[in-house]
DNA sequence: CATAACCCGAACACTAGTGTTCGGATTATG
DNA sequence: CATAATCCGAACACTAGTGTTCGGGTTATG
């Protein structure tokens, strides 16, 4: 078994009450705490220190630790995090009853906004996780892309000559790329989205 | 000035001799050993301690650090003669005559080959230098991709609703993202070149 | 209001890497 | 063959981070 895969429960926490009772609120309010603070702190600098994060969230070295072993495990739980609430932010909308071309412009749109929040991440993920892993994590929600994207095959409006796979990549690639660009400044913010669906719709085929 | 600079002269070596006499014939063959220990050694592992870099050329420690300064130092090095070496395969294919279609084609062709050799280097130069660093480094080779785009669009065979930078973007990270997908086991390495080439013409709007 | 759960700072041991210095052995080069 | 350039291993000092332990304080919860 090559690929890394931890416990992968829920949000981890590690301290264990007495296996009867449940976890005590303020605990819930640390780890939250935390989790939100290692999201910004990762996002801006993949070098920040333990200490530095408990800092960031306002929290005692020690508790950090008490909550999540190490700093791996500590960034694997806010990928899980944050795809979680990126999961549920793209919601149920890809109904089988819109046509392609909107699922897809809804898909792309909500993505992006998404990924405002979440992109600064991914270097430091990548960095510390590992590609592999990384991409374990967009798993779940790319799986919504490759939907759309076979439904779309089936009823010949995306093109059907490259392998499926390949064009959930190049989605997913360009996605972030974007978000680098306008990151880097190179890339006006406000016609961002617009340039992506762009892209994408006439990349996956998507007649005009 | 946020940028870093450093150098940049050829690939830096440090000592200095004798202000007349040039450098020795075994220094040479050590830096070229290093670099391309180095080469491969951050392309399998981005952790590799410098310790490591030295075992892996055959060099001592002391040597490898009286080339190269630091880690950042070394890796940057190694970037430029990456680069250096594959601007150089790149020839001068940008010849006005040859059809913009037919000059993609040639281009994406070399760049594929010669990130098959290089390719594993980016993630770890991301980590190390950043990605604008990158970018810099690679901002000369991308030129020709601009330069070859720019003519497209005069002659009417690229695409002119999207940010020329933008189109150079998605050059740049979908000919990775392959590399990428070709590491990770889910793109055949046989067909990959023609994928990227349909991709990438399809992308640019080049009429089919 | 009792108590288990939790938080916290301080201190400690440990690790791994970095960068430097020293002195002696090699070796290219003229 | 003389000598300056280079290589090399060993040892050292330094840094920064990791993960743990301890004991006393605080607070949620039933």
Known sequence: MPTTHKDAGADSPVRNPSPGSRRRADAERSVTAILDAALTAFGENPEVS????????????VTLYSHFPSREDLLDAVMTHAVQEANAALGAESSPEIPVREALEMLIGSSWRILSRYGRLQPTALRILGPERVREHHDQPLVRVRDIIVRGRR??????????????????????AAALEVDAGRLPAETAADTLTTTLLSTLGVST
């Open 50 to 61: 333990m200490t530095g994060i408990a800092r960031a969230a306002g929290v005692g070295r």
């Open 155 to 176: 009823e010949g409006v995306i093109r059907d000559d490259l392998p499926e796979s390949w064009l959930v990549t190049v989605f997913y690639s360009l996605l972030h």
